[in-house]
């Protein structure tokens, strides 16, 4: 068993939906990642967690350390917002990090 | 925020050549960077940390002596795949610890060989 699940593998929303991402995980975390790849390959840093909640313009990051999940939303999504975004765990200070296979996010106008 | 800068963008070389890869820590200092292989569809792999100063830690089945890493500065952090064959064709892309702001990665290097 993964140690990271992501879900949906892949999500085509039309603009303006919320939208949700999840990711459970098996073990114990010390962070939480949430992560950004463009078309283009780049990633970017959106969230970093280990307890609660972080809002970030339409971006809203939730964690449940006891449940062990994580979960991503986008309000008012905008096709500009489709990308690959990945959950990771850090298990440790300056440990790698684990990664969950992506999701796929397609907004359509 | 935390930047890292990598280059080349995009390279394509010829079979037999060797390719060097650079990332820099242009507003922190990465004392440790990760080097990441992804191939089409596929999520990051991690192919070795590298620590300013010391030796890279490579994963498990990566040739060390295919893919040298370097690490002089705290700032900067190369690698180079060497007598580069087709299979290496890879997207190459690098991650620094950068304190308070997580990790940051670099925009990614697309390597083809000809």
């Known amino acids: 068993k993964n140690e990271v699940e992501q879900s949906p593998q892949n999500l085509t929303a039309q603009e303006g939906e919320f939208i949700t991402i999840n990711c459970s995980y098996s073990?114990?975390?010390?962070?939480l990642h949430w992560l950004q790849q463009h078309p283009g390959g780049g990633i970017v840093s959106l969230f970093m967690?280990?307890?609660g909640k972080k809002k970030h313009g339409r971006l809203i990051a939730t964690i449940n350390i006891q449940e062990k999940h994580s979960s991503l939303h986008i309000t008012a999504s905008h096709p500009r917002d489709s990308a690959v975004y990945i959950c990771a765990l850090n298990r440790g200070y300056g440990n790698k990090l684990v990664f969950g296979a992506g999701t796929i996010l397609r907004v359509k106008s | 925020g935390a930047v890292v800068s990598q280059h080349p963008s995009r390279v394509i070389c010829k079979s037999g050549t060797s390719v060097k890869i650079e990332c820099r820590s242009l507003?922190?200092?990465?004392?440790?960077m990760f080097w990441y292989r992804q191939f089409p569809k596929k999520s990051l792999m991690l192919m070795a940390t590298?620590?300013?100063?010391?030796?890279?830690?490579?994963e498990q089945g990566v040739e060390k002596d295919k893919f040298l890493i370097n690490h002089a500065s705290l700032t900067l952090s190369t690698l180079t795949v060497t007598s580069a064959h087709p299979e290496d064709s890879s997207f190459y892309i690098c991650?620094?610890?950068?304190?308070?702001?997580?990790?940051?990665f670099g925009s990614g290097t697309r390597l083809t060989v000809v």
């Open positions: 967690l280990s307890s």
């Open positions: 507003d922190f200092q990465a004392t440790t």
């Open positions: 991650s620094a610890r950068a304190g308070n702001y997580g990790y940051t």
């Open positions: 590298s620590n300013e100063g010391s030796k890279a830690t490579y």
């Open positions: 073990v114990g975390i010390s962070a």
